[in-house]
């Protein structure tokens, strides 16, 4: 049985882990630098990694080709069949006209932009995470968020800001039980542990957020309602991954700190609207 060598460069951790990551500089020089369709950059990418597996470290070429054809197959299902899913149901949701009611629902919640941002790129981006990922709600929330009123560079800004907390839990927690199926760990404890650091980046993100939309002004004024959000998000999250179930973590805490946010606004409102 083939067992990986940590540092077949030189007895060395540091030029190991270089010579293991060309794969990904090889895919970002060609995407971003040589712009190269995505599919080919890819096939690059996987035939380089292929090389430094069976003679760099030294993999044999049967394992390394089973590998291979695990991650393809695995790329497609479930990755592959979420994305396409989601983009499905988005799409029919235009087509229906069913996307501009969930919009105007958002809009009558507040007409201040800075809550806005916080409840669809923060809860609603974050719902979006769970159950699609891979971008998909950096994408849906950056229209939404210029549909209603956002400068196009602001709402992107702000909806890929917001969709640093809940990534890790994206796509029904997929990060964490592919490392568990690579590394042969606990799924459980992988969860709890990522469910412990997790949090406390969510915590800040709806304050990030805000100061992003309207900067120090924003933060005077909407900090209550982005602490509300950021402080249930953080304690779901938690609680969730913990003791419940890890695909279920961010599903849990983007409801429980939009529906915090809904309550919390028919007792408090920010002194001035920003619009």
């Not at 796509?171 to 690579?182: C, M, N, R």
């Amino acid at each position: 049985m083939y067992r990986q060598i940590l540092d077949p460069v030189a007895g060395s951790l540091l030029w190991s882990s270089l010579v293991a990551a060309l794969p990904l500089v090889v895919l970002f020089v060609l995407l971003g630098l040589v712009r190269m369709t995505a599919w080919l950059a890819a096939l690059i990418s996987l035939a380089v990694s292929l090389l430094v597996a069976i003679f760099v470290y030294p993999m044999p070429a049967s394992p390394a080709f089973l590998s291979a054809a695990e991650g393809a197959a695995f790329g497609f299902f479930p990755i592959l069949w979420i994305v396409i899913n989601a983009l499905w149901i988005y799409r029919m949701t235009v087509h229906t006209g069913h996307f501009d009611v969930l919009r105007r629902s958002f809009a009558r919640v507040s007409d201040d932009q800075r809550i806005q941002g916080v409840i669809i790129a923060f809860s609603f981006g974050a719902l979006l995470e769970a159950l699609a990922g891979f971008g998909t709600p950096v994408a849906i929330t950056s229209v939404m968020l210029i549909a209603l009123g956002f400068r196009p560079l602001k709402a992107a800004g702000v909806a890929l800001v917001a969709n640093t907390a809940p990534v890790a839990f994206g796509a029904l927690a997929v990060p964490i039980t592919t490392l568990a199926t690579v590394t042969g760990l606990p799924l459980h404890s992988l969860s709890s542990m990522v469910g412990r650091q997790t949090p406390l980046l969510g915590v800040f993100v709806p304050l990030a957020l805000v100061f992003i939309i309207d900067g120090r002004r924003g933060v005077r004024q909407t900090w209550p309602a982005a602490m509300v959000c950021g402080l249930v998000f953080a304690l779901a999250q938690f609680a969730t991954s913990n003791y419940v179930s890890a695909p279920l973590t961010d599903i849990v805490a983007s409801l429980l700190s939009a529906g915090a946010v809904v309550l919390f606004l028919r007792v408090w409102r920010p002194a001035e609207s920003y619009a």
